[in-house]
């Protein structure tokens, strides 16, 4: 009898003890190898004041694992599409980008045309003023935090 060899989750099981500075830790040194310029494009470490000044403009608490990966790397430098198309949001950028969803898109529902497969813990709207948005792609669509979900 043959057996199939599943997907090793041998990396997974490498990094999944790791904290968020170890991570970058990694990612940094492979990001020097394989991408300098992506690398070079990282800022350095958010200060806690703006931390601070982040927190209190969203009037909730980020979660600690994105405030340490800031306290690492405050996002990357404006229009740095490094990996995979994505610019990593420092924070004014975060706020910019924030404030321009909420403003323009804000609890719009989508259309049921407009959604492929839509789980029910996911809200049907263009934007929430509750995600937190960390990325911003070149296809113009950003990765959030949910700091509501609705479970």
Known sequence: MSSTKQ??????????DLTIKELWKLLDNWLKTNAP?????LNPP???TKLQQLEAEFGLSLPEGY??????????????YGCG??????HTAVM???????RRYDGVQLK????????????????FKKWVPITFHIDLFSYCIDLDPTE
């Not at 997907?7 to 999944?16: G, L, Q, R, T």
């Not at 990966?69 to 740095?80: E, I, K, Q, T």
């Not at 198309?85 to 420092?90: R, T």
């Open 85 to 90: 198309g994505c610019e990593y949001l420092s």
């Open 46 to 48: 958010i200060t806690e």
């Open 7 to 16: 997907p090793s989750s041998e990396a997974e099981d490498d990094v999944k």
């Open 67 to 80: 405030k340490e990966s800031l306290r690492v790397h405050n996002g990357s430098s404006d229009d740095a």
């Open 112 to 127: 049921s045309d407009d959604i492929e497969s839509h789980a029910p813990e996911i809200r049907t709207v263009m934007y």
């Open 96 to 102: 910019r980008r924030w404030e321009f969803y909420v």
């Open 37 to 41: 310029k992506a690398y070079e494009s």
